[in-house]
């Protein structure tokens, strides 16, 4: 079943001369890894390549290859030509549904991804749940294909994968994801610079709001989770960014002895309450769903808007603004 989409997608990029490219909504290593892999592959390959992100890269990511030649303007998808697009790790492609009409005509849109709640709304859905990251869904893509590997492309791509998986300690990391790193760092990649990146070189500001987290860590009834929570408020009396809190909620994860479900409720700048879930053995997909989330079996989150968060006796709890 696979090869026959490997098949498909093959016949649409041999096929194509002026290809865009889409990161998701919600910038991560993996979206921009995955999206910026396949820019380096398309261009040896001798394509024109367009990469258009809603939003700009968060700072951690700046060292990727080629992210200065990522377009923010929307009057990307006017242009004449464009053939093909292909969008990366975006679980429901609902930012797209309003940009996608601005196109000259209706060109093929083929969706590259690892969420198991994607509902597969390309032309061609490459979406493979058992995959840790959407990067590594490209990797095996462009193996598979004998597609030219460069080292850009081999330092995007293991980037997706060792942040996806938080440098290989989530249990969705499988033999997979070790051979594929072990591959791309013969091809050029660099996992130290990964790694210094992406997880460490962290400000004073950061440092000092997840020390606040880990202050009100607590047990949230509701989820039967560790739960912590940070407010808008937290962020500027400290200085700190919502990018600051990125890896946080993995780090929790890994490092809470005895925590089998972990959430983390964020509030956000556009009046919502995001909440974020990790376990190691429940389906948090399912529970995120129930809100209206949705993500992978073992890392997912939902939002809620309208809302703000209060403490109670060293509790957190969401509240709906107007009630
Ligand atoms: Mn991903």
Known sequence: ??????????????????????????????????????FHILKAMGKQVSVFSPREIPQTLL??????????????FEQDGIDLVMIFDCADGEYIKTLLPKMKRKVPL?????????????????IES???????????????????????????????????????????????????????????ARLQEVVR????????????????????????DEFNAIATAITLKDLQELGATQEDLSGLINFLNSMIEGADTVLAYYEREDGSVK??????????A???????????????????????LEEKDGKWFVGKKGD
């Open 1 to 38: 079943m696979i090869q026959v989409i490997y098949k498909q997608i093959d016949e649409q990029i041999q096929n194509a001369q002026k290809i865009l490219l889409l990161t998701d909504e919600r910038l991560d290593g993996d979206t921009v890894g995955a999206t910026l892999g396949m």
């Open 63 to 76: 060292f990727l290859p080629a992210t200065d030649q990522i377009i923010f303007d929307q009057s990307v």
């Open 110 to 126: 083929i969706v590259v991804d690892h969420h198991v709640t994607n509902p597969k709304y390309g032309y061609i859905n490459l």
């Open 130 to 188: 058992d995959s840790a990251s959407a990067s590594g869904v490209v990797w095996r893509l462009v193996k598979t294909l004998g597609y030219p590997i460069t080292k850009n492309a081999a330092q995007c791509i293991l980037t997706g994968i060792c942040t996806d998986t938080d440098m290989f300690l989530t249990t969705s990391t499988n033999a997979a994801c070790l051979d594929a790193a072990h591959e791309l760092s013969r091809y050029g």
């Open 197 to 220: 990146e992406t997880m460490m070189n962290k400000s004073v500001s950061a440092l000092r709001l997840w020390g606040l987290a880990f202050e009100r860590l607590h047990h949230n």
């Open 275 to 284: 909440g974020s879930l990790r376990s190691q053995t429940i389906d948090v």
């Open 286 to 308: 399912e529970i995120a769903a129930k809100y209206n989330g949705g993500g992978h079996i073992r890392a997912s989150g939902f939002q809620i808007p309208n809302a703000y």
